[in-house]
């Protein structure tokens, strides 16, 4: 046998079949160009942010800057700060401001249920109460948000349970006391700004609770027991050690309590009286017979304020928690 015949023969290169056509093309495009694929992934969700969103952001903001012919009722399309001069008055001053307590009323409420609610759930629920403890908090946003506020309307009535229950325990007075002060029409909750504060508290509470708990477990165990060790009081543990650490998530969950109380007109409107709030104001402009660019002005105010806060929520480190 010669030794030409025991050498091996050398292969020829294995050549992929083409997929060909404009889909292989395609595809060959984005093995070489991956940037182009991202690119176009991208693409739908960034023209909705940027058009739909953004765009109306902005389409908001001009409208704002234009005023209203006492006249005529037409829109003068014309730059002018009048309409934010409008907002000066006492009647549209009061408005913000009443907003903007009641948002920072519920946001402090929410925050101290939450915070003992959290600590629970962070320190002591293992298991199927872990489980359960986000079971309960997040099962009242399962149910329509409609629902919820039309079942609190019927609790704080007149005639609703929660009447019938401080009857019960001889506490009915309170009706007529303080908590009657801001009713309109009787000694309902359902119709006063006690009603509205409650109805609020009870459907942010979740927004509030998830990331303080969240914030509670990365505190570390052996910092509270070192602060116990080192003499230090609960009460003293709690203010110098745990609440410092907590407060990110504290301020996490403020950004969704205040920012969706300063918004929100339902509830005032199903449960309140018949002050105002912002979301009331810019929904009452609208139609031909309403205020364009007064609402316009209207609805930029909680997006100049809540500008301001999130920058505030930066600094304290509130992102981290989220």
Known sequence: MSVQATLPTRQAPAVLPSSGGMRG???D?????????????????LLW????????LIALLLQSFFSIDEF???????????????????????IILRTVTMAALVTLASAAIAFPIAYYAARYARGRWKALFYLAVMLPLWSSY?????????ILAKEGIL??????????????GWLALPYVGGSSLSVSATGTFIAFVYVWLPFMILPVQASLERVPTNLI???????????????????????PGIVAGSIFTFSLTLG?????????????????????????????????AFAVVPIVIMGFYLWGAKKLGAFDAL
Request: cysteine-free.
């Open 49 to 56: 942010l940027g058009i739909v969103y953004i765009g109306s």
């Open 225 to 247: 027991e070192a602060s116990s060790d080192l003499g230090a009081s609960p009460g003293q543990t709690f203010r110098n050690v745990l609440f410092p650490l907590a407060l």
């Open 29 to 45: 495009l984005f093995w070489r160009r991956p940037r182009v694929l991202l690119l176009l992934m991208l693409a739908p969700p």
């Open 72 to 94: 005529s009722g037409l829109i003068n399309r014309q730059f002018t700060l009048k309409t934010y001069g409008d907002l000066l008055q006492a009647a549209n001053l009061d």
């Open 264 to 296: 929100d007109y339902i509830i005032p409107q199903i449960i309140g009286t018949s002050r105002l709030f912002i979301g009331q104001a810019v929904y009452a402009q609208q139609g031909t017979a309403g205020n364009i660019p007064l609402a316009a």
């Open 146 to 154: 409609l629902v919820k506020v039309y079942a609190w309307k019927l």
């Open 163 to 176: 009447t019938w229950l401080l009857a019960k325990v001889h506490l009915g007075w309170l009706l007529d």
């Open 25 to 27: 093309a395609l595809s």
